[in-house]
């Protein structure tokens, strides 16, 4: 007879195993939040251009005309964080998404506040639009993508996530900008960024043109922001 009290010999899943499947909500929320956009531009059009204030994505030319050719400082605003809330097609979106629950997950569980990474996000996306406009002051291109705010993640967890201390040692709180892991991550992303300039647009983009200077913006705030948005310990 076989004892049933006894131990099934079943392993018990790592928590670093169970952690990885375990999106907090304010990330899962916010995917969420752009694939319901992405489909509703597809069946109802008019409702998402009203929720986004009138204004498909960010206009660089717009942007510089200033509040009186917006029709005030709100209209003129607005795009700089409403972009983020259209895709050009479904391949940018699903990109898109893979790395705000890849970046996005462990920030939150940093952060401990969906406001404050709500914030961050939207902050960093905003940021990736000024960058973007800074490059292409006249260019009547539509900036449009959640692509700014996810590289601004990434900055962000860069700053706290690929520290390697020797054992028996605890990891630092912060890593500082002048640390190994942040220059060779930092230098990683700026030349994979900038060489779209010369290679072109990668998976997922179609005829549309990658918005290359707008992740570098995101990024850098995410980069040199993220202290602002740390808990205190």
Not at 62 to 68: H, I, L, Q, W
Not at 72 to 88: E, Q, R, Y
Not at 184 to 213: H, K
Request: hydrophobic fraction near 55%; proline fraction near 7%.
């Amino acid at each position: 007879m076989s004892d049933d009290t006894g131990d099934s010999g079943a392993a018990a899943p790592s928590p670093r195993a169970s952690r990885l499947f375990n999106v907090p909500p304010v990330v899962a929320a916010t995917a969420a939040v752009l694939a319901a956009f992405f489909f509703a531009s597809i069946v109802a059009p008019r409702l998402v251009l009203w929720l986004a204030g009138g204004e498909p994505g960010f206009s660089p030319v717009r942007f510089f005309a200033g509040p009186a050719a917006s029709g005030g400082a709100v209209k003129w605003l607005s795009p700089l964080f409403t972009h983020m809330l259209i895709h050009a097609n479904l391949p940018h979106l699903l990109f898109n998404t893979l790395w705000l629950v890849v970046f996005g997950a462990p920030l939150a569980r940093r952060l401990r506040s969906a406001a404050r990474f709500l914030v961050f996000f939207a902050l960093c996306g905003a940021a990736g639009a000024i960058v973007y406009a800074l490059f292409n002051a006249n260019d009547l291109a539509i900036l449009v993508g959640a692509s700014g705010g996810v590289t601004g993640l990434l900055g962000g967890i860069v700053r706290f996530a690929f520290q390697n201390p020797p054992r028996g040692v605890a990891p630092r709180h912060r890593v500082p900008l002048s640390d190994s892991s942040v220059i060779a991550w930092s230098s990683a992303v700026l030349v994979i960024n900038a060489s779209v300039a010369f290679i072109g647009p990668g998976f997922g983009a179609g005829e549309a043109d990658v918005a290359w200077q707008a992740h570098i913006g995101g990024y850098l705030f995410g980069l040199f922001a993220f202290p602002l948005f740390d808990r205190r310990r």
